[in-house]
């Protein structure tokens, strides 16, 4: 089972800042925190992920709360080409370093 | 950044065929392999687990003999299914990762398989 959750589904305005939460209140130690997103009839892409500090790239922000029992992903400013579903998973050695995706949230970009 | 190339894309065929999907790691040494099956509307679900040079690791429920996995160097996967038959229609995806669980998964394009 995926060891996180996530709203099933979220609209963001064009232009403006998408915040995705994530809740994973039993990510041990080892685990990293990842986000990939799935755009209709893709396979997922990569994002970004991080262990306990904050983490930044060219596509999005992740912000981890000190005690590593959540996260928000931050798209800065949301596009039309954002509206995907998007996946946040711990993953670590325990498991055989294993991607287990859950429900994930569908975002919509709305114009 | 990191490439992974499934091919083929799209597979129409006729219901006992065995079809092979391969996945390929273009610019990285993928130390673990995964393929997953999505169907229509619900996520990804993990099939196998597959580490070159070994034996894949298959999830509870996943018919080895059914889905055959070879992993025979740091940059091929393949999966076969073997008889396929109309319920064995799915979208199949694989990924590729480095060692360590600070290297991310790289996902190939899918391939979406159609037994008629």
């Known amino acids: 089972d995926a060891k996180t959750t996530q709203p099933t589904s979220m609209d963001c305005a064009e232009g403006r800042a998408a915040n995705l939460p994530c809740n994973h209140s039993?990510?041990?130690?080892?685990?990293?925190v990842y986000w990939y997103r799935q755009i209709h009839s893709q396979g997922p892409q990569y994002i970004i992920h991080g262990l306990k500090n904050n983490e930044t790239n060219e596509m999005a922000s992740l912000i981890i709360t000190e005690d590593r029992k959540s996260s928000t992903l931050i798209l800065p400013h949301a596009t039309l080409r954002d509206t995907a579903v998007y996946y946040c998973i711990v993953r670590g050695n325990t498991g055989g370093f294993k991607t287990i995706f859950g429900a994930g949230t569908r975002l919509f970009v709305k114009a | 950044g990191a490439v992974v190339s499934q091919h083929p894309s799209r597979v129409i065929c006729k219901s006992g065929t065995s079809v092979k999907i391969e996945c390929r790691s273009l610019d990285f040494q993928a130390t673990t392999m995964f393929w997953y099956r999505q169907f229509p509307k619900q996520s990804l679900m993990l099939m196998a687990t597959?580490?070159?040079?070994?034996?894949?690791?298959?999830e509870q429920g996943v018919e080895k003999d059914k889905f055959l996995i070879n992993h025979a160097s740091l940059t091929l996967s393949t999966l076969t299914v073997t008889s396929a038959h109309p319920e064995d229609s799915s979208f199949y995806i694989c990924s590729a990762s480095g060692a360590g669980s600070n290297q991310p998964q790289h996902f190939g394009d899918g391939t979406r398989l159609s037994i008629l």
């Open positions: 039993t990510i041990s130690g080892n685990e990293y």
């Open positions: 597959s580490n070159e040079g070994s034996k894949a690791t298959y």
